[in-house]
């Protein structure tokens, strides 16, 4: 199998977008306590918090969803939980990528019921298309095709997250 990566998103664009987004949420925020969804999301984290022009704080979670290993049984179970208490915090929720929604969904009603003073749900990229489960976003930097992408913490079998940009994956027989 040989693959290829093309450009989607240039490195520029998304940095350009990330520093934007961050502007509105420090506009919004005297202070925001990150939850970053591991692993995918920290370059989108890293970029997002050095933009901030407030008072950042962060965690991380990690889940998972089980299934044949191509397809989500919709199941989703906590890896690693956070290490503190969001109890009474600004909490915005940190994803690389939304695309079914069983994921997000699932982990805004478990934050939700821990007592953060808000709780908001951003995303690097949004692919509507692959939508299964209805989730509302706060903020996106870009909504994308419904293509398989690689880059800036997003990956394939572990390869193509140190990309500085997001691009297109292909898989073609020798």
Not at 5 to 26: Q, Y
Not at 93 to 106: A, F, K
Request: charged residues 25%.
């Amino acid at each position: 199998m040989v693959e290829s990566v093309s450009v989607l998103i240039s490195r520029e664009d998304v940095e350009k977008r990330i520093a934007e987004m961050a502007a509105e949420l420090s506009s919004r925020y005297d202070s925001v306590h990150f939850v970053c969804i591991l692993k995918g999301s920290v370059f989108f984290l890293a970029e997002l918090a050095k933009d901030m022009t407030v008072p950042v704080t962060m965690d991380f979670i990690s889940v998972s969803s089980y299934g044949n290993g191509t397809e989500s049984s919709g199941i989703v179970k906590f890896n690693k939980d956070l290490d503190d208490s969001i109890e009474g915090k600004n909490v915005v929720v940190v994803e690389d990528i939304l695309d079914s929604g069983r994921t997000l969904s699932y982990v805004k009603s478990v934050l939700e019921g821990r007592n953060p003073a808000s709780l908001s749900v951003i995303t690097l990229l949004d692919k509507p298309e692959r939508r299964v489960v209805p989730v509302e976003l706060d903020m996106t930097g870009f909504v994308i095709p419904d293509e398989f992408v690689v880059g800036y913490g997003l990956d394939y079998a572990q390869k193509y997250r140190n990309l500085p940009y997001i691009g297109v994956l292909s898989l073609k027989e020798e």
